[in-house]
């Protein structure tokens, strides 16, 4: 089965169940009844089995670039977005890697804390967080497009920066060493608050989820207890976009336009590139939305698609943080 196929297959079969709503976020789930595929762990388990082990790539390190072991005997897969803190200076995926048992690799990366260049601990550990889902979409399209011309997997850093200023601004958050996470820890009562909101979504596949009554994206994960460990952490990547969001009048949320967007993914021109793990990386680019998708062992193991940036009202945020950095400056 060629990648197109597998992605249609996979279009086909997902489910749209449940809505949930809490406040200014609603959450589609997304289901395939006919679950299959390769089991793995989640990068979080993989540290808290002592699996793996994230380190930089030598003494002095590289910005865009990390090491990778899995010592286990089970995939591990690195989800696009995920943050690690520690060692010279906090990163976050660039794409998503399914990293194989006994094996060591090399992953692109890119900083999430502009202000510090140097050592707090010998290895990477899991900072529980995964970029903000506007930040996160962002840094996709940068990839796609370095992917597109260079066949290389890094984003735009000094886009990846402006956008953890800009959380720091909309949230009112001051930061030493300009770290995405203490945005999170400021205002982790109010995550809470969404986590522990759709705590009951267990066993599916996925999410599609509204801000504000508007689709902003969804993502895929093909093992249900992956899934299932990784929930809070994608909750919390598009709460932070909620509490960010400007007042720009709420409607209620329509299913049907999750079943619309599956549609247009399917639409998507695909560009592929070998994974730097198993399998192989697919772009996904469409008039009104991107995505990317892992394709391992015969499975899409994961799959994102957010509505592209000049679609949404976090451009609004954006806006104002220009005209709140422009009056500062000039102070």
Request: glycine share 8%.
């Amino acid at each position: 089965m060629t990648m197109d196929e597998m992605i249609s297959n996979l279009l086909d079969t997902l489910q749209i169940d449940e809505l949930h709503t809490c406040d200014r976020m609603s959450v589609a789930t997304l289901s395939r009844p006919d679950e299959t595929g390769p089991k793995y762990l989640t990068m979080s388990q993989g540290f808290d089995q002592e699996v793996l082990t994230v380190e930089e790539i030598s003494d002095s390190g590289s910005v865009p670039e990390l090491s990778v072991i899995n010592r286990g005997e089970l995939h591990v897969l690195l989800l696009d977005g995920e943050e690690i803190r520690g060692a010279k200076q906090n990163r976050v995926l660039n794409t998503s890697i399914l990293v194989a048992p006994g094996s060591k690799c090399t992953v692109p990366v890119s900083c999430t804390e502009q202000g510090r260049w140097h050592y707090t601990t010998s290895r990477f550990e899991d900072s529980e967080v995964v970029m903000a889902q506007s930040l996160r979409q962002r840094k996709q399209a940068s990839v796609s497009k370095n992917v597109r011309e260079h066949q290389s997997f890094h984003s735009d850093q000094g886009e990846v920066w402006e956008g953890v200023d800009t959380l720091h601004c909309l949230l009112d958050i001051s930061s030493e060493t300009g770290a995405m996470r203490d945005a999170y820890e400021a205002r982790q009562e109010d995550l809470e608050k969404y986590v522990r909101a759709f705590a009951d979504i267990r066993d599916v596949n996925g999410i599609a989820v509204f801000l504000e009554g508007k689709l902003a994206g969804l993502d895929f994960i093909s093992y249900r207890p992956a899934m299932n460990d990784l929930l809070p952490k994608l909750i919390g990547s598009y709460a932070m976009d909620a509490l960010c969001e400007e007042e720009n009048g709420r409607r209620e949320p329509d299913p049907g336009e999750v079943q619309s967007l599956l549609s247009r993914i399917g639409r998507c021109a695909l560009e592929v590139q070998k994974s730097e793990g198993v399998g192989d990386d697919a772009r996904l680019d469409g008039p009104d939305l991107q995505g990317a998708a892992l394709i391992a062992l015969n499975t899409v193991i994961h799959l994102s698609a957010f509505i592209k940036a000049d679609e949404k009202s976090f451009k609004g945020g954006m806006s104002s943080f220009s005209h709140r950095r422009q009056f500062r400056d000039s102070m």
